[in-house]
């Protein structure tokens, strides 16, 4: 079966049938699993063996949508979370020890960049930022204690590109563990272990659900990486429910076509704004203008699905843009099928200093659009309405 293209993998890569020959992949609402006799369940707990047992250890839902990444990204294995939170947080958690040091992007998911400062250094876990615009800056930050080096390309909000290329090899060079954030690209867009990561986080939460409805989070990469992170997390808790994996795994049957039609419209709204006069700067992986267009167009095969533009007039006309949208959601998530408007600066981000938020190329006056599937003429209307007031 591995050997069809992405889209088919997506879609017929699916548990066993069991006795009712059902067609669509059946719901598994079940906290444990029975054994035959006290042999088994003896050899069950034996940790070689994968048989389910416990559905905060493993469950057939959770499995199959954790096949289907492991192998949209060409991993090894993988382990399934809650949240895409818990995956990032777990995952650190996992495999740091108190000591060890972490170089990081700086402008990273704003819970993320939380973590790193306020929470690791409770466990002597510190990090060093480098300008995702200048990974010059990568190599002096290393010291001996530096275990991980981890980014995010497309960055949030600012999406900024980083070149996973020379990534793998600064992390290979310094024998680092190099772990990507790939929420904003998708599998269908790009595959960091291809240059050189050793795992690939999500939250799968945005586009992979893409319609808002549940949250969950993956991890993927290295066996055994994510065998330190499965044992971790089968004793800690973070695991996805059930349910929420087996609407997950309906929703990678469709995300090629979702992506591509994401995809499809961003650009053509980005290259609408590019020529507004109301906008002073956009931003997107897949405009020539865009700074690091040439990496985008080596590592990935469309553009994403947001926008960062700046609105000419700063912070008060950033709000009154968001207040003038007629259609357009003005909500916390993205990668939904619904077209999302975001003001960073004020939400996501707000908890950084002012300073910091600038670093990680937060203005006051950017604005995050998470392009939708409605149609484009009706995105770019209510946008261009919205400037126009
Ligand atoms: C949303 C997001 C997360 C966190 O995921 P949750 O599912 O909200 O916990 C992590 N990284 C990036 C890039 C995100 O956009």
Known sequence: MDKKNFETNAI??????????????????????????AEEMRASF???????????????????????????????????????????????????NSGDHIVSARSV??????????????WHIETSYFD????????????????????????????????????????????LLLVIDNCFATPYIQQPIKFGADLVIH?????????????????VGKADLVREIYLFSRNTGPALSPFNAWVLSKSLET?????????????????????????????????ISHPQYEIAKKQMKLGGNIIAVEVKGG???????????????LSANLGDTRTI??????TTHSKLSEEEQLLAGITPGLVRISVGLENISDIIQDINDALKR
């Open 12 to 37: 017929r890569n699916q548990m066993e049938r069991s006795q009712f020959q059902e067609h669509s992949t059946p719901l598994y609402l079940t906290s444990s699993f029975v054994f035959e006799d």
């Open 46 to 96: 034996s940790e070689e063996n994968d048989r389910n047992i416990y559905s905060r250890f493993s469950n057939p839902n959770t499995t199959e949508f954790v096949e289907k990444v492991v192998q949209m990204e060409g991993a090894e294995d993988g382990y399934a979370f809650a949240t895409g939170m818990a995956a990032v947080f777990s995952t650190f958690a996992a495999l740091l």
């Open 132 to 175: 995702i615009n200048n990974p010059d800056e990568i190599e002096p930050l290393i010291t001996s204690s530096t275990k991980i080096l981890y980014a995010e390309s497309p960055t949030n909000p600012a999406v900024d590109i980083i070149d996973l290329e020379l990534l793998g090899n600064i992390a290979k060079k310094h024998n």
């Open 109 to 122: 998911f704003g819970s993320t960049h939380t973590l790193f400062t306020k929470y690791f250094p409770k």
């Open 255 to 287: 995300l090629a076509v979702r992506v591509e039609k994401h995809c499809e419209n961003a650009l053509k709204i980005a290259e609408f704004l590019e020529n507004h006069e109301q906008i002073s700067k956009v931003k997107y992986p897949f405009l």
């Open 341 to 346: 408007v975001n003001h960073p600066a004020s």
């Open 315 to 329: 912070l008060e006309a950033g709000r009154n843009f968001l207040n003038a949208l007629k259609m357009c959601s």
């Open 203 to 219: 939250s799968a939460t945005k586009l992979m659900d893409g319609q808002g409805r549940v949250l969950g989070g993956v991890v």
